[in-house]
């Protein structure tokens, strides 16, 4: 082999490793910015639950990496059987400011209230001295009770009256027929009520109560209602009666002359081509306290990604106020 031939082959080796070279250092580049960016959110996450308000504030577990947060066991971690009952002088107070007192009189002054008589009767009416009659001079008030009434279930029959005309059957031989008008079902081919949807809505988005829970609060009940029926009901109302309500606010809040905006970590289990600990986004968007209307909109996204807040945005004129994360920029 000449030696120019010689130096062209040692020249394609140290291309080649050259070449791979180059792409080794790229993908540990690409490691080292995605671990960079990923502690930077552990950052900021430690920062707003140390110095953001109570309500930001959350306990998290670390598990390979994952932020998980303790809903699970919440009731066992809290518990103090030492913990007093709360009386009305020592109520949560807000912005550090204690909330005037109020006598245990005017807090419970919207409580219906309900009598509970317990009255001599029969032969007790009889003196034990002299066998007299008792008279009543008096009721003396012992003690409160609160009192809560477990939730009841019953079905309602729709039934619509007809009525017809006796003047136009005997005129023409033909009646005219009346019949009084129903409201419309909030399902197609369902029992569902709009106070048995937004009792199951209020249950799991409010209270956290899954719909397995429910279920079997349902049949306690003596009825037999899987949490797959359950499910159909929140999905379909969700998207018949509560969606166009989503779009008036959202059109409102893009009214508005300032709007603040922000982002948090949520994990969302069984997502399509997602693992359980990937990190998903929740936006909230809300009108400013001056505002006409006072709007809070949430919206889920798979990422923190500038496409997302620059969509909802879309049309807005105003004041984005923010915490400076750099996305918000591009918007």
């Not at 249950?203 to 829970?213: F, S």
């Not at 018949?240 to 949520?266: C, F, M, N, Q």
Request: hydrophobic share 35%.
């Amino acid at each position: 082999m000449s030696k120019q031939g010689s130096n062209r082959s040692k020249n394609a080796v140290e291309f080649e490793a050259l070449k791979a070279t180059v792409v080794s250092l790229e993908k540990e580049n690409a490691e080292l910015r995605k671990k960079l960016e990923r502690m930077n959110e552990l950052l900021l996450n430690a920062q707003r639950a140390r110095f953001g308000q109570s309500s930001e504030k959350s306990v998290y577990v670390m598990d390979d990496g994952a932020e998980q947060l303790q809903l699970f066991n919440e009731a066992e971690k809290e518990q103090d059987v030492k913990a007093e009952e709360p009386t009305p002088e020592t109520f949560a107070v807000t912005e550090h400011k204690r909330k005037k007192k109020r006598s245990q009189e005017e807090i419970l002054a919207d409580l219906p209230v309900e009598e509970v008589v317990y009255d001599i009767t029969g032969d007790q009416l009889n003196c034990t001295k002299c066998s007299g009659t008792l008279q009543l001079i008096g009721k003396e008030f012992v003690r409160k009770e609160l009192v809560t009434i477990p939730a009841q279930t019953k079905l309602l029959h729709y039934i619509s009256c007809s009525y017809a005309c006796d003047c136009c059957e005997k005129d023409t031989g033909y009646a005219s027929i009346y019949k009084a008008q129903t409201p419309a079902p909030l399902m197609k081919r369902s029992m569902a009520s709009p106070a048995s949807v937004a009792d199951v809505m209020t249950r799991k988005y409010v209270d956290g109560l899954p719909l397995y829970r429910q279920e079997q609060i349902w049949k306690r009940n003596g009825v037999q209602l899987s949490r797959n029926t359950l499910a159909n009901w929140v999905i379909q109302c969700s998207q018949g009666w509560l969606k166009p309500i989503y779009k008036r606010l959202k059109k409102h809040l893009l009214e508005e002359l300032l709007i603040s905006a922000d982002e948090t970590v949520v994990q969302v289990l069984k997502e399509p081509d997602r693992p359980a600990t990937s990190d998903s986004r929740m936006w909230v968007y809300t009108s400013g306290s001056q505002a006409k209307r006072h709007i809070r909109i949430f919206e889920y996204q798979p990422t923190r990604g500038a496409e997302h807040p620059k969509r909802f945005l879309s049309g807005f004129k105003g004041l984005l106020q923010t915490d400076g994360y750099a996305v918000y920029d591009k918007c």
